[in-house]
């Protein structure tokens, strides 16, 4: 909204969010058990240093680090138990592909809770809806987090994670294209340990989203029913 208003277009304009926002889901719940369920959504795209294997991203960060240093840290935490989460699951494309560093992973670190390849999106919102904190690079997988009531500390990549998650008042964010790979991690754990308050951002950040997306609803809805009886 801010670049449109720049460019002076302002008409017919209104600021929506992501309708993933809005994906069904299965809720499961957070086990019992004394320890905090950690989910960990590791980017195969950005450990590989993007399709070009040269931080193609400009990232500041250096993301492979960032991923073992947290992955070393939580894993060695006896309160903690880490789930990761593949988001982007390609078989045959394997430089996109999140399982397979996953998988990498808990061959380092055998104590990990490996998430399945998922077979639908809502099957892998309802899977991190059922942890106490998630943090992970890939938007929607954040998204799946936050929608669900999810404390989470997204790690942006892209100025499309800093405009979603600032738009619903929320600023825990991870910034891979500003800052260090010590500052990245500290910004990650200080959200593991600060959930609870995160909890009420995130309350607040869906109800926001929703009535954003209930106006991009109504849009459509009149949209729709202007176009009813004309030919298609």
Do not use: W
């Amino acid at each position: 909204m801010d670049y449109l208003r720049g460019e002076g277009i302002e008409a017919n304009a209104e600021e929506a969010a992501d309708v993933a926002f809005r994906l069904p889901f299965e809720r499961q719940v957070a086990p019992a058990d004394g320890r905090i369920h950690v989910g960990l959504n590791v980017s195969g795209l950005l450990y590989n240093g993007g399709y070009t294997g040269g931080n193609q991203f400009g990232l500041t960060v250096d993301y492979r680090d960032l991923i073992d240093q947290l992955v070393e840290r939580l894993h060695s935490r006896d309160d903690v138990v880490l789930h990761l989460v593949g988001h982007v699951n390609s078989r045959e494309l394997a430089v996109e592909d999140d399982y397979r560093i996953c998988e990498q992973l808990v061959e380092r670190f055998p104590r990990i809770v490996l998430a399945p390849r998922f077979e639908t999106p809502s099957a892998a919102k309802g899977y991190i809806s059922g942890l106490h904190f998630f943090t992970g690079a890939r938007m929607h997988a954040c998204i799946g987090a936050f929608s669900s009531g999810v404390p989470v500390v997204p790690m942006a990549y892209s100025r499309k994670f800093n405009g979603l998650f600032q738009s619903l008042g929320y600023t825990a964010l991870a910034d891979l294209r500003h800052g260090d790979t010590a500052t990245a991690l500290r910004q990650v754990t200080d959200g593991l340990a600060t959930r609870e308050a995160l909890s009420a951002q995130v309350a607040a950040g869906n109800v926001l989203a929703q009535r954003k997306l209930q106006r991009y609803e109504d849009y459509l809805t009149e949209l729709l029913e202007a176009l009813d009886g004309r030919p298609h």
